[in-house]
DNA sequence: GTCTATAAAGGGATAGAC
DNA sequence: GTCTATCCCTTTATAGAC
């Protein structure tokens, strides 16, 4: 029989959430350390038994994020498929993958000015890598004929921001499900390239 | 022969594009009125003769932003136009003018969180004011069988999110300038809409 | 309209008991 | 690992002189 009683046995990761919850709500730089201890139940300065700063917790909360993130897209497309089957799948992954964890991805867009640089540094690297492949796929694209598009470094920044901004307004119980949303982010991704089915 | 020296003749049109500077650089929480006050020059307590708080300061921006956008807007797009110049005209206008006012639109955007009840009100129906002209134009060619379109509604977010994207990477004098960059977002957004020329 | 001075509150971080 | 207590600094906003 499992303990139900709410004792304190990973306060870390109620840091985590917690934190990432405030952050995306209320911008790091509107969260004092005082409300996220409140969100855990726990006393301010305990806080420091599991991250050494403010800053610490920021960029442990975006690093994590965009590994897993990077992980979850590579396992989303897989090699050698065509240009469209690629951009097929990273454009559904994207938007479910945002629709799923709003607050982790809203947070890594937002909050990277209020990381100092060294954090400001890591987390752009991983970002340009995750941009990377869809550029990489649009330009497989456009060699082949696939696609009818412009410069491929702008499309790709334009498609991401597209389906990124799909965390501003989704929310469950609304009109148009997680499936019937991407389906529509999916056509008008396919579309903007100039692929013909 | 004009007077060139700093003279205080316009501090609170100072206080605005050095506040809209910050908050845009900074976030709202990250800035504090002795930050401001020392771009223009002056001491943090005379910033109160001018705006009665932080938060006024703000929803003066953020207010005044919205208003500036919504009339250039409807002077851009002219009614009669088919549906396909209506969308050319409103694509190619967001564009533009989200690279002239990239600090306007990035505070807009993202402050919203820090205003506080009414001020985000007032914000909100401009801002849906400002979407529902791009829905129509969509619901329009839908109807007219000029564009092939899922959800209007979705799809005209979709659309706003990847214009306004452009703020986050275009700097000028990179290796794009204004008008091509307009031109992609433009073919972009007209294939996304499956609008055949 | 700007200044100096100050009030009143809240911020991040640390010390040391348990 | 969490607590209480505290340090030291910054915050928004006001008071009153000039």
Redesign the interface.
């Known amino acids: 029989m499992p303990d139900t009683r709410a004792a304190r046995t990973n306060t870390k990761d109620d840091l985590r959430s917690h934190a990432r919850q405030l952050f995306a ?6 969260v004092s350390m005082r409300d996220i201890a409140g969100a855990v139940g726990i006393r301010q300065s305990a806080i420091y038994n599991h991250f050494p700063s403010k800053q610490h917790l920021l960029a442990d909360l975006m690093v994590r994020h965009m590994d897993r993130l990077l992980d979850a897209m590579r396992g989303a497309i897989t090699p050698h498929q065509t240009p469209a089957d690629a951009l097929e799948a990273f454009a559904r992954f994207h938007v479910t993958y945002h629709i799923d964890q709003p607050e982790d991805v809203f947070l890594a867009y ?1 909050e990277l ?2 990381l100092d640089d060294a954090g400001r540094k890591t987390i752009l690297a991983l970002r340009d890598a995750y941009e990377h492949s869809l550029r990489d796929i649009l330009k497989t694209g456009l060699a082949t004929g696939a696609f ?4 491929p470094a ?2 790709a ?10 965390t ?2 989704f929310k469950d119980g609304g009109a ?1 499900d997680r499936q ?2 991407a ?3 999916v ?3 396919m ?4 692929y013909k089915p």
């Open positions: 709500r209320h911008g790091y730089e509107g937002m000015r209020s009818a598009i412009g410069d702008v499309t920044r334009a498609l991401l921001a597209m389906m990124t901004g799909v501003v307004w148009l019937a949303v389906d529509i982010y056509r008008t991704t579309q903007a390239v100039g």
